[in-house]
């Protein structure tokens, strides 16, 4: 096995490299996520034989970043990680104040930001469980989470912003059936569904970005699933889709029983 000496340095030098040729900005925000213990964590990853090398970044957000990284047998993986910044805290804190599963944690930003990652680990597991396509998740620990990754070997998907549609109205349905499907099998709200947060992959979305998903029983939950649908309903408009009417979609996911029950 190799030493913790090498493993750290490599690290470094994986750092450096992502820190080379980027813009001052992506500079101090690529220094910011790979704080000490987060390249700890890494190396955890590394030795557990998880991830066998941290590669580019897909993308580098306020809040956290994404790398593709790669197994020992070269199967490409997607690596989030959430730094663990004060702004990062400051948002989290809005979705999570009153919530009693995170009464433990409340006032300690580190621990609040690992809890946030367990999260939206817990959040995919539940929605993967469900039948709703979403990337699989693989394993997290503090703010790091491995999750499969969605793309190919030229690029990562493409959101569904991005994307040019063959078959709108097919679209609209299978994003729709996430909100519903959602709230009735997997018994989640994402809170942030919308063209930035579905990938689409192989003329299929995928949904992602669960962190701040909550339980259907919130008592914020019909506020969010109703902001979803609006969301959804917005963006598929402006793509000519056929749009169904929010009460029908309210009422459909709050009233009918789930497919399994
Ligand atoms: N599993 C994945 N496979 C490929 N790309 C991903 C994956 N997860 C996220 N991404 C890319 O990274 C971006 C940011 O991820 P996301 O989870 O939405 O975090 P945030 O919006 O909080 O920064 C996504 O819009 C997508 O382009
Ligand atoms: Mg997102």
Redesign the pocket.
């Known amino acids: 096995m190799t030493s913790y000496e090498e493993v750290y340095a490599y690290l470094e030098r994986r750092v450096d490299a992502l820190k080379t040729d980027k813009s001052g900005d992506e500079k101090s925000t690529l220094a910011e996520v790979f704080d000490a213990q987060t390249l700890m964590t890494i190396y955890d990853f590394m030795t557990s034989g998880l991830i066998e090398h941290v590669g580019y970044p897909?993308?580098t957000?306020?809040?956290?970043n994404?790398f593709y990284a790669e197994d020992s047998d070269g199967e490409p993986m997607?690596l989030?990680i959430f730094r663990t910044s004060t702004s990062t805290f400051k948002r989290i804190n809005k979705y999570i104040e009153g919530d009693p599963r995170f009464n433990d944690v409340k006032g300690n930003r580190r621990k609040l930001i690992y809890a946030w990652t367990r999260k939206e680990f817990s959040n995919l597991n539940r929605y993967w469980n469900a039948g709703i396509p979403v990337?699989e998740p693989i394993h997290f620990k503090k703010n790091c989470l491995i999750?499969?990754?969605?793309?190919d070997e030229n690029s990562?998907?493409p959101?569904l912003r991005n994307c040019a549609l063959e078959d709108p109205d097919e679209t609209y349905d299978e994003v729709i059936s996430f909100a519903i499907d959602g709230f009735k099998d997997a018994h989640l709200v994402h809170g942030d569904l919308s063209e930035?947060?579905v990938?689409m992959f192989d003329g299929e979305p995928i949904l992602?970005?669960c962190?701040q998903a909550v339980t259907s029983d919130h008592f914020n939950a019909k506020d969010f699933l109703r902001r979803d649908i609006e969301n959804i309903n917005r963006f598929f408009k402006s793509r000519d889709a056929d749009i169904i009417d929010i009460e029908v979609i309210m009422e459909e996911t709050l009233n009918k029983d789930s497919d399994d029950e």
Do not use: F, H, R, T
């Open positions: 897909i993308s957000g306020k809040e956290g994404v997607a989030k990337p999750m499969e990754y969605i793309g990562p998907a959101q930035y947060n990938l992602i970005d962190g």
